[in-house]
Nanobody, 122 residues
Framework: QVELVESGGDSVQAGGSLRLSCAASRIVYSSYCMGWFRQAPGKERETIATVNRDGRTTYADPVKGRFTISKDNAKNRLYLQMASLKPEDTAMYYC????????????????WGQGTQVTVSS
């Protein structure tokens, strides 16, 4: 069983920064699609950023230029560096993984973490 555990969520003021981390139990990051997703109360879950096995990244328009996804294959960790946070970034953030898909931004992810809460106040 693959386990993903997110950490790093917090309450911050608008304009602040946070770094989320996702640790995997046994995923081989080098071969997997990895992604960050978020869901705000009353809203559908949205894809924030993905990274494929070659390191190619994709970002949703609302976070482009502010968020950066990265991975450390040696440590089996995925990161999301968030800057210039806005109140509309408030949500539960999840990391997820799926083995080898051609388009990580459109893939259906198999493994999910429990989420970490990010709250941005104005």
């Amino acid at each position: 069983q693959v386990e993903l555990v997110e950490s790093g969520g917090d309450s911050v003021q608008a304009g602040g920064s946070l770094r989320l981390s996702c640790a995997a139990s046994r995923i081989v990051y080098s071969s997997y699609c990895m992604g960050w997703f978020r869901q705000a109360p009353g809203k559908e879950r949205e894809t924030i950023a993905t990274v494929n096995r070659d390191g190619r990244t994709t970002y949703a328009d609302p976070v482009k230029g502010r968020f950066t996804i990265s991975k450390d294959n040696a440590k089996n960790r995925l990161y999301l560096q968030m800057a210039s946070l806005k109140p509309e970034d408030t949500a539960m953030y999840y990391c997820a993984a799926v083995d080898g898909r051609p388009d990580c931004s459109r893939a259906s992810y198999d493994y999910w973490g429990q989420g970490t809460q990010v709250t941005v106040s104005s």
